[in-house]
């Protein structure tokens, strides 16, 4: 866990350096990093130095804090002992839980690391570096910082917006609001936009995988979403389609696998790398969270997991009732229980035949008390484990934002009021239905919309909770004894140990 009050800042040069073996943004080790001592600004090509540890820094995602963001939907259930998460998950919420304290950290640290960044990358330009690559550099970053901001936002709805990259600056900072930090985040991208690539992700060379463009477009479209400034959104997505640059990947199971790593689908994701080797060096997210208590691996030795992370009945049985089976057999692991469970409901017994405990691959999910089901998109077959790597998930990246949501908001601004030239919300929602196997459609509502969000997303970064949240439909959240209140629940009170260095929070009413 990062601390943001006492850790040092680690944006100086020669921290920068030794971060690099641990930046994943190209996939093999970086050979011949230069070590810096004092800082000459006039080395300018010491400057990617720092973009590198930008990347480092998105990378390093705690595993605590994507849970947080996306356990309150109707999609996911919180399973094992972290009752804290679980009472989260029913909108129970407790401001000492230290997951809420961990992801406050893990986030605020990552901005103000960037702003360090940013402020290191523009003393080069004071001493004569490339300026376009410079100012490329900065605009990267504020895209990470602008995508962070907004999961901050969601979290706790007003926030304290960093603003250089020192901590104790925040005392000086107001709260700003759930919308003042989402326009924010929309005039951060409109000045990043010019600086950046007019590529794929995928296409750059200089940074395989990293921010282009479009990822800023997308961060904008989310956050006009959320301030339901629809027409914006049909602008700034309808530019990512009409760019003809991203494609559906056909094979969705493959998608959150090793083949999907750098897709042409993905708009940002975080990168993870065994650099092809059986030992040794290895970046990695904490797959085991999302893994088995018990299964039997197609390759013998491969490592289990937590079991903390399951999809909900409700969820399965939307996905059955639409006669889904590409999407549903790609996000839900089965165990015999959890298919005993299902077919406990007279309506879907017998289960099709696909539906199985044993999964394309191999591997086989047995049974386990705390859970029924398991996140197939945070699966990584026991076959696809580089020989030797045994650890759940190695060398399996972690998508953030895919060409699918693009589609899907801009559907949705479309059924919002706002008006395209570029693609019909008929059509985008028909793109992603027939990459599911489902037919296309000649008209949708925003009831259509959502439901396609809802099967598409499932397990992914809490789309669904915000999706109800802004259209009102929270009554979709009220499942198994839950009761949502869109004014006592819509956002996570303060973690109690921020509100005892912070004054601002203390002044608040949650």
């Known amino acids: 866990m990062k601390t943001l009050y006492i850790k040092p800042l680690r944006y100086t040069l020669a921290l920068i350096s030794a971060l690099m073996i641990n930046t994943s943004c190209l996939d093999e080790p970086l050979e011949n990093e230069r070590r810096a001592g004092d800082t ?15 990347y480092a820094e998105l990378n390093s995602l705690q595993w605590e804090t994507f849970p947080l963001l996306a356990v309150r939907g109707d999609d996911v259930d919180p399973a094992g002992d972290q009752v804290p998460l679980i009472d989260t998950d029913q909108f129970k919420y407790d401001r000492n839980f230290w997951i ?15 702003h360090g960044a940013m402020e290191e990358i523009k003393k080069y330009q004071d001493a004569g570096a490339n300026q376009a690559l410079a100012q490329q550099y900065i605009a990267e970053i504020k895209v ?79 956050a006009n979403l959320e301030l339901k400034k629809y027409p914006e959104v049909a602008e700034a997505t309808g530019q990512i389609i009409g760019s003809n640059l991203f494609t559906l990947e056909n094979d969705y199971y493959q998608l959150f696998k090793v083949p999907g790593k750098l897709n042409s689908e ?24 999302f ?26 049985k939307f996905m059955l009732d639409r006669g889904e089976q590409k999407r549903l057999q790609t ?56 020989p030797g790597r045994t650890t759940y ?63 598409e997303f499932g397990m992914e970064w809490g789309i669904r909770f915000q999706d109800l949240v802004r259209h009102n439909r929270t009554t979709e959240l009220n499942y198994e004894g839950r009761t949502f209140s869109i004014d006592a629940d819509r956002f996570l009170p303060y973690p109690l140990a921020q509100q005892g260095i912070l004054p601002q929070l203390r002044d608040t009413n949650d």
């Open 40 to 54: 000459d600004y006039t080395q300018s090509e010491n400057m990617v130095l720092l973009l590198y540890g930008a």
């Open 100 to 114: 809420y304290n961990s992801t406050w950290l893990n986030l605020y640290s990552d901005l103000i690391y960037w």
């Open 144 to 222: 990470m910082r602008g995508f962070e901001l907004l999961q901050l936002a969601r979290l706790w709805g007003s926030i304290l917006i960093p603003r250089v990259s020192q901590p104790g600056d925040l005392y000086n900072v107001q709260l700003s609001t759930f919308d003042e930090v989402m326009q924010h985040i929309s005039d951060q991208m409109d000045e990043a936009i010019p600086f950046l690539a007019n590529l794929r992700p995928n296409q750059r060379t200089d940074v395989p995988g990293g921010i282009t463009r479009h990822t800023a477009l997308a961060v904008k479209a989310m």
């Open 266 to 289: 993905n708009l940002l994701e975080l990168q993870y790398s065994d650099y092809g080797t059986g030992s040794g060096t290895v970046n990695s997210y904490l797959f085991e969270f």
């Open 291 to 316: 893994g088995p208590g018990s299964w039997t691996p197609a390759v013998s030795g491969a490592g289990g997991g937590w079991g903390f992370w399951e999809p909900t009945v409700k969820y399965i």
């Open 331 to 386: 996000t839900v692991l089965f165990t015999p229980d959890g298919i005993a469970e299902i077919e406990s409901d007279p309506i879907y017994d017998p289960l099709p035949a696909w539906v199985t405990n044993v999964t394309p691959d191999g591997d086989v999910f047995n049974n386990h008390v705390r859970y029924n089901f398991l996140s197939g998109k945070h699966y990584l077959p026991s076959t696809q484990l580089t």
């Open 393 to 455: 998930g190695t060398n399996k990246n972690f998508i953030c934002i895919r060409y699918a949501e693009v589609l899907l908001m801009h559907a949705e601004a479309l059924v919002s009021g706002a008006t395209s030239s570029v693609k019909s919300a008929a059509e985008a929602v028909s793109d992603v239905r027939t990459r599911a196997g489902l037919g296309s459609v000649g008209t949708v509502t925003l009831d259509d919309v959502l439901d396609e969000k809802y099967a």
